[in-house]
């Protein structure tokens, strides 16, 4: 909960900066050497080859990361779309694992790719940084000097893009770097309720804010609004807790009271609460069938899950893949698993890519393996990126298997 404000209204991704001191690095030093196990997809790239030359863009990922496979085909975009520009994309596993993933990737990962050496680039550039969240991206100019660093999806193509043209701002940079660890700050002093330092932060990014664009990705940034925002984060996440312990009537009322109070005026608290009041009945069903709650309230459960109108596709979506994945669920119920998954396929139109993989696992596990590979092939079709479709193939693959048996 701490982070997930700012991240929403930011567009980071696991992002955490440190409080700079005089010791550590800020934009504009000279950016470490690359210390590297293999290089595994490119050329070797030496940065200090590039110095007066190319822009280089140093990138940080894992194979087992959803968010770093996502951003690497655009990542192949970029490298496809400037020229002057070398991207590193670094991985810390093993090389055979780096090796196999990019060898599946094939001209979907375009780029260099590299395993770190010891880890040691990471904490030269991460570790020194203070960044704990993958993928990130480091950007390197032609003198030599990280000169940006966030999410690739993010700032990365208008960062490369000024470059190019020789418009980039590293004083406007390393005050909005400065900004980001003072928006950090300003969250913390809102959960501490240290109403000074709320203030005082509070004038400075405002200033911030006017002299080097917005901070936040949809709003200019208003310290009383924020700090409203963020107290409504906290409260929120105390009732959702509330929720799972199944806390008295009276300590959910005062919530809720609070929670009115501090809602957003565009934000619909009525449907907040229905999604909530959903998910609490679904987290007591699963509490029982996993051996944690009470076994003899499964019946009456799984009725008042069929029974629910009004439910978010998404999460009919997480209930039903729960239901048919999960390896703790002792009493695996597949005509519900199917139920909830074809609720979520009907809400959603039969659009989304997940949904329609899950519904088409309900298919595969209840045996109608033809039908399952009917919708396993419209996932592929609609799916967003290859990564997923590709991850959605292999799914197919193993569904066509059986139906050849």
């Given at each position: 909960?701490?982070?997930?404000?700012?991240?929403?209204?930011?567009?980071?991704?696991?992002?955490?900066?440190?409080?700079?001191?005089?010791?550590?690095?800020?934009?504009?030093?000279?950016?470490?050497?690359?210390?590297?196990?293999?290089w595994v997809k490119g050329k070797p790239v030496n940065l200090a080859d590039l110095k007066g030359k190319k822009v280089a863009v140093v990138e940080f990922w894992a194979t087992w990361c959803p968010p770093c496979r996502a951003s690497i085909p655009h990542l192949t975009q970029l490298q496809k779309k400037f020229k002057d520009v070398v991207i590193v994309g670094i991985s810390d596993e093993d090389v055979a694992t780096v090796k196999k993933f990019v060898a599946k990737m094939g001209d979907q990962m375009d780029y260099v790719v590299a395993v770190d050496k010891d880890e040691k680039t990471g904490q030269a550039y991460m570790g020194a940084f203070g960044v704990d969240g993958i993928p990130h991206a480091f950007v390197v100019d032609k003198e030599g000097r990280i000169v940006w660093h966030g999410h690739?999806?993010?700032?990365?193509?208008?960062?490369?893009?000024?470059?190019?043209?020789?418009?980039?701002?590293?004083?406007?940079?390393?005050?909005?770097?400065?900004?980001?660890?003072?928006l950090e700050a300003f969250q913390e002093a809102v959960i501490q309720d240290d109403q000074a330092r709320i203030e005082a932060l509070g004038r400075e990014?405002?200033?911030?804010?006017?002299?080097?664009?917005?901070?936040?990705?949809?709003?200019?940034?208003?310290?009383?609004?924020?700090?409203?925002?963020?107290?409504?984060?906290?409260?929120?996440?105390?009732y959702q807790?509330?929720?799972?312990?199944?806390?008295?009537?009276?300590?959910?009322?005062?919530?809720?009271?609070?929670?009115?109070?501090?809602?957003?005026?565009?934000?619909?608290?009525?449907?907040?609460?229905?999604?909530?009041?959903?998910?609490?009945?679904?987290?007591?069903?699963?509490?029982?069938?996993?051996?944690?709650?009470?076994?003899?309230?499964?019946?009456?459960?799984t009725s008042q899950l069929k029974e629910l109108s009004g439910v978010h596709p998404d999460d009919l979506n997480e209930w039903a893949w729960a239901l048919l994945t999960d390896p703790r669920v002792r009493q695996r119920d597949l005509a519900l698993a199917t139920h909830l998954a074809k609720a979520a396929l009907d809400a959603s139109g039969a659009t989304n890519a997940s949904i329609l993989d899950t519904y088409a696992?309900?298919?595969?596990?209840?045996?109608?393996?033809?039908?399952?590979?009917?919708?396993?092939?419209?996932?592929?079709?609609?799916?967003?990126?290859?990564?997923?479709?590709?991850?959605?193939?292999?799914t197919l693959s193993q569904y066509e298997a059986k139906a050849r048996k």
């Open positions: 909960m701490k982070r997930f404000l700012l991240a929403a209204l930011l567009g980071a991704v696991s992002m955490v900066f440190s409080p700079l001191s005089a010791a550590e690095p800020k934009l504009g030093d000279p950016a470490p050497a690359l210390q590297i196990a293999e690739p999806m993010g700032d990365l193509e208008k960062v490369l893009e000024e470059l190019q043209a020789g418009k980039f701002d590293l004083e406007k940079a390393r005050k909005r770097a400065e900004a980001q660890e003072k990014l405002e200033a911030l804010d006017a002299e080097v664009g917005p901070l936040l990705r949809d709003r200019k940034f208003n310290a009383a609004e924020i700090r409203d925002l963020i107290r409504f984060q906290m409260t929120l996440a105390e807790q509330a929720l799972a312990t199944e806390a008295p009537a009276e300590t959910l009322a005062g919530l809720e009271k609070r929670l009115e109070e501090l809602a957003p005026k565009d934000f619909d608290l009525a449907g907040m609460k229905r999604r909530l009041g959903h998910a609490q009945v679904f987290r007591q069903y699963f509490r029982a069938v996993v051996g944690r709650g009470d076994t003899k309230q499964v019946e009456n459960l696992r309900a298919l595969f596990d209840t045996g109608k393996v033809s039908e399952a590979i009917e919708y396993q092939k419209k996932a592929i079709a609609v799916a967003e990126d290859e990564p997923t479709r590709q991850a959605l193939r292999e």
